[in-house]
Protein backbone atom coordinates (compact mmCIF):
# COMPACT_ATOMS: atom_id res chain seq x y z
CA UNK A 1 0.00 0.00 0.00
CA UNK A 2 1.02 3.68 -0.36
CA UNK A 3 1.81 3.62 2.62
CA UNK A 4 4.55 11.70 1.95
CA UNK A 5 12.04 28.20 4.64
CA UNK A 6 17.69 35.75 6.03
CA UNK A 7 22.85 40.12 8.28
CA UNK A 8 21.55 38.89 12.15
CA UNK A 9 18.72 36.79 11.25
CA UNK A 10 20.54 34.80 8.43
CA UNK A 11 23.06 34.13 10.76
CA UNK A 12 20.54 32.58 13.63
CA UNK A 13 18.64 30.70 10.90
CA UNK A 14 22.48 29.01 9.84
CA UNK A 15 23.70 28.72 13.15
CA UNK A 16 19.78 26.46 13.89
CA UNK A 17 20.50 24.01 10.80
CA UNK A 18 24.28 23.89 11.73
CA UNK A 19 22.96 22.33 15.34
CA UNK A 20 20.57 20.10 13.68
CA UNK A 21 22.09 18.24 10.77
CA UNK A 22 25.25 15.92 11.33
CA UNK A 23 26.84 12.77 9.92
CA UNK A 24 24.52 9.87 8.67
CA UNK A 25 26.23 6.66 9.78
CA UNK A 26 24.36 5.05 12.62
CA UNK A 27 25.94 3.67 15.68
CA UNK A 28 26.55 -0.09 16.54
CA UNK A 29 23.20 -2.46 15.91
CA UNK A 30 24.16 -4.75 18.42
CA UNK A 31 26.05 -1.93 20.70
CA UNK A 32 22.43 -0.18 21.20
CA UNK A 33 20.03 -3.41 21.15
CA UNK A 34 21.88 -4.68 24.49
CA UNK A 35 21.40 -1.14 26.36
CA UNK A 36 17.48 -2.14 25.94
CA UNK A 37 15.86 -4.66 27.61
CA UNK A 38 13.76 -7.29 26.03
CA UNK A 39 10.07 -6.56 24.14
CA UNK A 40 7.09 -7.32 26.03
CA UNK A 41 4.14 -8.86 24.48
CA UNK A 42 1.04 -7.38 26.18
CA UNK A 43 -2.56 -8.70 25.79
CA UNK A 44 -3.96 -8.54 22.32
CA UNK A 45 -6.41 -5.93 21.41
CA UNK A 46 -9.85 -6.58 20.48
CA UNK A 47 -9.88 -6.93 16.64
CA UNK A 48 -7.29 -6.85 14.19
CA UNK A 49 -6.37 -3.71 12.54
CA UNK A 50 -4.04 -1.53 10.16
CA UNK A 51 -3.77 2.08 9.49
CA UNK A 52 -5.07 3.17 12.62
CA UNK A 53 -4.23 6.36 14.57
CA UNK A 54 -3.45 6.61 18.61
CA UNK A 55 -2.67 8.94 21.21
CA UNK A 56 -2.65 8.21 25.37
CA UNK A 57 -4.90 10.10 27.56
CA UNK A 58 -3.29 8.90 31.42
CA UNK A 59 -3.33 5.40 31.61
CA UNK A 60 -5.03 4.71 28.30
CA UNK A 61 -4.24 4.70 25.37
CA UNK A 62 -7.08 4.84 21.96
CA UNK A 63 -6.50 3.00 18.58
CA UNK A 64 -9.06 4.58 16.30
CA UNK A 65 -9.61 4.01 13.14
CA UNK A 66 -7.99 1.85 9.78
CA UNK A 67 -8.95 -1.12 7.98
CA UNK A 68 -10.08 -4.11 9.74
CA UNK A 69 -10.06 -7.44 10.03
CA UNK A 70 -11.95 -10.09 7.94
CA UNK A 71 -12.57 -7.72 4.98
CA UNK A 72 -9.88 -4.42 5.52
CA UNK A 73 -13.07 -1.84 5.46
CA UNK A 74 -12.44 1.12 6.90
CA UNK A 75 -13.48 1.18 10.39
CA UNK A 76 -15.16 3.28 12.77
CA UNK A 77 -13.76 1.12 15.87
CA UNK A 78 -12.22 2.92 18.93
CA UNK A 79 -10.57 1.00 21.24
CA UNK A 80 -9.47 1.91 24.48
CA UNK A 81 -5.96 0.18 26.20
CA UNK A 82 -5.79 0.55 30.06
CA UNK A 83 -1.69 0.66 30.52
CA UNK A 84 -2.20 -0.43 34.38
CA UNK A 85 -4.55 -3.71 34.06
CA UNK A 86 -3.89 -4.92 30.34
CA UNK A 87 -7.29 -4.72 29.28
CA UNK A 88 -9.02 -3.57 26.17
CA UNK A 89 -12.83 -1.95 25.90
CA UNK A 90 -14.24 -0.69 22.96
CA UNK A 91 -15.93 2.73 23.31
CA UNK A 92 -18.40 4.78 21.34
CA UNK A 93 -17.08 4.53 17.84
CA UNK A 94 -16.02 7.18 15.31
CA UNK A 95 -18.88 9.32 13.55
CA UNK A 96 -16.85 9.49 10.41
CA UNK A 97 -14.75 6.28 10.21
CA UNK A 98 -11.39 7.15 8.42
CA UNK A 99 -8.07 5.63 7.60
CA UNK A 100 -4.79 6.79 7.94
CA UNK A 101 -5.83 9.45 10.23
CA UNK A 102 -3.98 11.45 12.79
CA UNK A 103 -4.64 11.18 16.34
CA UNK A 104 -3.86 13.73 19.35
CA UNK A 105 -4.35 14.25 22.98
CA UNK A 106 -4.78 17.85 24.88
CA UNK A 107 -6.39 18.38 28.11
CA UNK A 108 -8.18 14.47 28.84
CA UNK A 109 -9.87 14.69 25.21
CA UNK A 110 -8.92 12.57 22.00
CA UNK A 111 -8.38 14.52 18.68
CA UNK A 112 -8.63 12.68 15.34
CA UNK A 113 -7.85 15.05 12.17
CA UNK A 114 -8.39 14.03 8.36
CA UNK A 115 -7.49 10.31 7.01
CA UNK A 116 -9.75 8.97 4.00
CA UNK A 117 -13.01 7.65 4.57
CA UNK A 118 -13.42 5.94 1.40
CA UNK A 119 -14.95 2.33 2.73
CA UNK A 120 -11.92 0.17 0.97
CA UNK A 121 -9.44 2.38 0.08
CA UNK A 122 -7.22 5.94 0.09
CA UNK A 123 -9.44 7.91 -1.41
CA UNK A 124 -12.04 10.81 -0.23
CA UNK A 125 -9.90 12.50 1.64
CA UNK A 126 -11.73 14.44 4.87
CA UNK A 127 -10.49 17.50 6.83
CA UNK A 128 -12.70 16.58 9.76
CA UNK A 129 -11.82 17.13 13.08
CA UNK A 130 -13.23 14.74 15.48
CA UNK A 131 -13.27 15.07 19.50
CA UNK A 132 -14.08 12.57 22.10
CA UNK A 133 -14.72 12.79 25.73
CA UNK A 134 -13.83 10.13 27.96
CA UNK A 135 -15.97 10.63 30.92
CA UNK A 136 -19.32 11.22 28.57
CA UNK A 137 -17.97 8.59 26.01
CA UNK A 138 -19.19 10.84 23.37
CA UNK A 139 -17.71 12.91 19.57
CA UNK A 140 -18.22 16.64 18.74
CA UNK A 141 -17.39 17.91 15.49
CA UNK A 142 -15.48 20.69 15.66
CA UNK A 143 -13.82 23.19 13.22
CA UNK A 144 -12.88 21.12 9.35
CA UNK A 145 -8.96 21.71 8.57
CA UNK A 146 -8.02 23.92 5.65
CA UNK A 147 -7.08 21.00 3.41
CA UNK A 148 -8.26 17.20 3.16
CA UNK A 149 -5.23 14.75 3.61
CA UNK A 150 -4.54 11.39 4.31
CA UNK A 151 -1.97 9.50 5.81
CA UNK A 152 -0.54 12.89 7.42
CA UNK A 153 0.98 13.46 11.11
CA UNK A 154 0.45 15.40 13.56
CA UNK A 155 1.69 17.04 17.56
CA UNK A 156 0.75 18.69 20.26
CA UNK A 157 3.00 21.93 21.65
CA UNK A 158 1.38 23.86 24.15
CA UNK A 159 -2.56 24.74 23.04
CA UNK A 160 -2.45 24.26 19.55
CA UNK A 161 -2.24 21.28 17.03
CA UNK A 162 0.31 20.76 14.52
CA UNK A 163 -0.91 18.63 11.39
CA UNK A 164 1.55 18.26 8.50
CA UNK A 165 2.39 16.10 5.45
CA UNK A 166 -0.20 13.57 4.48
CA UNK A 167 -1.20 13.43 0.62
CA UNK A 168 -4.42 14.27 -1.52
CA UNK A 169 -5.25 12.64 -4.75
CA UNK A 170 -2.53 10.63 -4.88
CA UNK A 171 0.35 13.81 -4.43
CA UNK A 172 2.47 14.51 -1.34
CA UNK A 173 1.50 17.53 0.94
CA UNK A 174 4.35 19.65 2.97
CA UNK A 175 1.69 21.80 4.42
CA UNK A 176 1.61 22.42 8.01
CA UNK A 177 -1.95 23.94 9.18
CA UNK A 178 -2.08 24.98 12.99
CA UNK A 179 -5.38 24.40 15.25
CA UNK A 180 -5.92 26.59 18.37
CA UNK A 181 -7.81 24.35 21.02
CA UNK A 182 -8.76 27.80 22.47
CA UNK A 183 -10.40 29.82 19.69
CA UNK A 184 -11.04 26.88 17.39
CA UNK A 185 -9.58 28.26 14.40
CA UNK A 186 -6.54 27.47 11.62
CA UNK A 187 -3.96 28.90 10.92
CA UNK A 188 -1.12 28.02 7.88
CA UNK A 189 2.66 27.79 8.93
CA UNK A 190 5.67 27.74 6.29
CA UNK A 191 5.78 24.43 4.94
CA UNK A 192 8.15 21.66 4.90
CA UNK A 193 10.92 21.20 2.77
CA UNK A 194 10.16 18.07 1.40
CA UNK A 195 6.63 17.10 0.74
CA UNK A 196 5.62 13.33 2.06
CA UNK A 197 3.43 10.84 3.19
CA UNK A 198 2.90 8.00 5.66
CA UNK A 199 5.28 9.80 7.92
CA UNK A 200 5.56 9.71 11.77
CA UNK A 201 5.63 13.20 14.09
CA UNK A 202 6.52 13.40 17.81
CA UNK A 203 7.10 16.74 20.37
CA UNK A 204 10.08 17.07 21.68
CA UNK A 205 10.92 20.52 24.29
CA UNK A 206 8.16 22.58 22.34
CA UNK A 207 8.69 21.90 18.82
CA UNK A 208 7.85 19.33 15.89
CA UNK A 209 9.72 16.30 14.66
CA UNK A 210 8.41 15.07 11.04
CA UNK A 211 10.08 11.98 10.20
CA UNK A 212 11.00 10.05 7.47
CA UNK A 213 8.05 9.08 5.68
CA UNK A 214 7.34 8.45 1.50
CA UNK A 215 6.24 9.88 -1.99
CA UNK A 216 4.73 7.65 -4.75
CA UNK A 217 7.13 6.57 -7.04
CA UNK A 218 10.40 7.86 -4.73
CA UNK A 219 10.15 5.37 -2.35
CA UNK A 220 11.18 5.98 1.04
CA UNK A 221 13.17 8.57 2.82
CA UNK A 222 15.68 9.57 5.91
CA UNK A 223 14.49 13.00 5.98
CA UNK A 224 14.26 14.60 9.28
CA UNK A 225 12.14 18.10 9.46
CA UNK A 226 12.09 20.07 13.09
CA UNK A 227 9.91 22.77 12.91
CA UNK A 228 10.16 25.25 16.08
CA UNK A 229 6.94 27.51 16.51
CA UNK A 230 8.60 30.43 18.38
CA UNK A 231 10.56 30.99 15.37
CA UNK A 232 8.10 29.84 12.69
CA UNK A 233 10.85 27.98 10.98
CA UNK A 234 12.14 24.68 9.89
CA UNK A 235 15.66 23.45 10.43
CA UNK A 236 17.13 20.43 9.16
CA UNK A 237 18.01 17.06 11.31
CA UNK A 238 20.27 14.58 11.16
CA UNK A 239 18.93 11.75 8.77
CA UNK A 240 17.83 8.91 10.05
CA UNK A 241 19.66 5.24 9.50
CA UNK A 242 17.35 3.60 7.92
CA UNK A 243 14.73 5.00 5.00
CA UNK A 244 11.01 3.83 6.41
CA UNK A 245 7.58 4.97 5.51
CA UNK A 246 4.01 3.79 7.11
CA UNK A 247 5.80 4.45 10.12
CA UNK A 248 4.95 5.52 13.82
CA UNK A 249 6.67 7.64 16.86
CA UNK A 250 6.86 8.60 20.18
CA UNK A 251 8.51 10.84 22.95
CA UNK A 252 10.03 8.69 25.43
CA UNK A 253 12.34 10.03 27.99
CA UNK A 254 13.84 12.65 26.28
CA UNK A 255 14.77 10.37 23.16
CA UNK A 256 12.34 10.30 19.69
CA UNK A 257 11.92 6.76 18.99
CA UNK A 258 10.18 5.72 15.68
CA UNK A 259 9.03 1.95 14.96
CA UNK A 260 7.96 0.00 12.03
CA UNK A 261 7.42 0.76 8.45
CA UNK A 262 7.43 -1.32 5.32
CA UNK A 263 9.52 -1.26 1.78
CA UNK A 264 10.15 -3.78 -0.97
CA UNK A 265 11.94 -6.32 1.15
CA UNK A 266 8.68 -6.74 3.55
CA UNK A 267 7.66 -5.09 7.14
CA UNK A 268 10.65 -3.06 8.94
CA UNK A 269 11.90 -4.52 12.39
CA UNK A 270 14.76 -1.99 13.02
CA UNK A 271 13.58 0.41 16.20
CA UNK A 272 15.87 3.51 15.78
CA UNK A 273 15.85 5.98 18.51
CA UNK A 274 17.50 9.86 17.89
CA UNK A 275 18.96 12.16 20.91
CA UNK A 276 18.78 15.94 20.12
CA UNK A 277 20.88 16.38 23.03
CA UNK A 278 23.88 14.69 21.16
CA UNK A 279 22.05 14.68 17.59
CA UNK A 280 22.38 11.12 16.93
CA UNK A 281 20.30 8.02 16.01
CA UNK A 282 21.07 4.76 17.83
CA UNK A 283 19.47 1.12 16.83
CA UNK A 284 17.67 -0.47 19.75
CA UNK A 285 16.16 -3.95 19.98
CA UNK A 286 14.43 -4.77 16.46
CA UNK A 287 10.62 -5.08 16.94
CA UNK A 288 9.19 -8.70 17.43
CA UNK A 289 6.84 -7.93 15.27
CA UNK A 290 7.23 -5.68 12.46
CA UNK A 291 4.37 -3.96 11.12
CA UNK A 292 3.39 -1.07 9.16
CA UNK A 293 0.19 1.37 9.52
CA UNK A 294 0.68 0.81 13.35
CA UNK A 295 -0.09 2.56 16.48
CA UNK A 296 2.87 4.28 19.19
CA UNK A 297 2.73 5.93 22.20
CA UNK A 298 4.70 6.49 25.28
CA UNK A 299 4.33 5.82 28.81
CA UNK A 300 6.36 5.57 31.68
CA UNK A 301 9.97 5.54 29.87
CA UNK A 302 8.57 2.33 27.26
CA UNK A 303 7.11 2.54 24.38
CA UNK A 304 4.13 0.80 23.46
CA UNK A 305 3.45 -0.20 19.84
CA UNK A 306 -0.24 -1.44 18.92
CA UNK A 307 -1.43 -3.15 16.09
CA UNK A 308 -1.21 -2.41 12.46
CA UNK A 309 -0.26 -4.87 9.57
CA UNK A 310 2.41 -7.66 9.82
CA UNK A 311 2.92 -7.88 5.94
CA UNK A 312 3.21 -4.90 2.95
CA UNK A 313 0.12 -4.18 1.92
CA UNK A 314 -3.47 -5.11 3.77
CA UNK A 315 -3.03 -6.92 6.42
CA UNK A 316 -3.89 -6.65 10.21
CA UNK A 317 -3.09 -7.53 13.88
CA UNK A 318 -4.25 -7.10 17.52
CA UNK A 319 -0.13 -6.98 18.26
CA UNK A 320 0.56 -4.93 21.16
CA UNK A 321 4.32 -5.09 22.56
CA UNK A 322 6.29 -2.34 24.64
CA UNK A 323 10.17 -1.90 25.42
CA UNK A 324 11.94 -0.16 27.71
CA UNK A 325 13.75 2.38 26.18
CA UNK A 326 17.46 2.65 28.34
CA UNK A 327 18.98 6.46 28.59
Known amino acids: MRNATLVAAALTALALVAAGCGGDAPESRDAE ?106 WSRLKDAPTVRGAHAAGVIRNRLFAVGGAVNGQPLARLEIYSFKSDTWSTGPPMGLPREHLAAAVHRRSLYVLAGRAAGRGNYRVVERYIPRLGRWVSVKKMPKARGGIAAATVGGRIVVVGGEEAAGTIEEVEAYDPKRRRWRFRKPLPTPRHGLGAIAYKGSIYVLEGGPTPGLSYSRRVEALRIAP
Request: proline share 5%.
Open 33 to 138: AAASKSWRTLRSSTVGRTEVAAARIGHAVYVVGGFAEPGGATSSIVERYDLKSNRWTQVAPLPIAVNHAAAVAYKGDLYVLGGYTAANGLTQETSALQRYDPPTNS
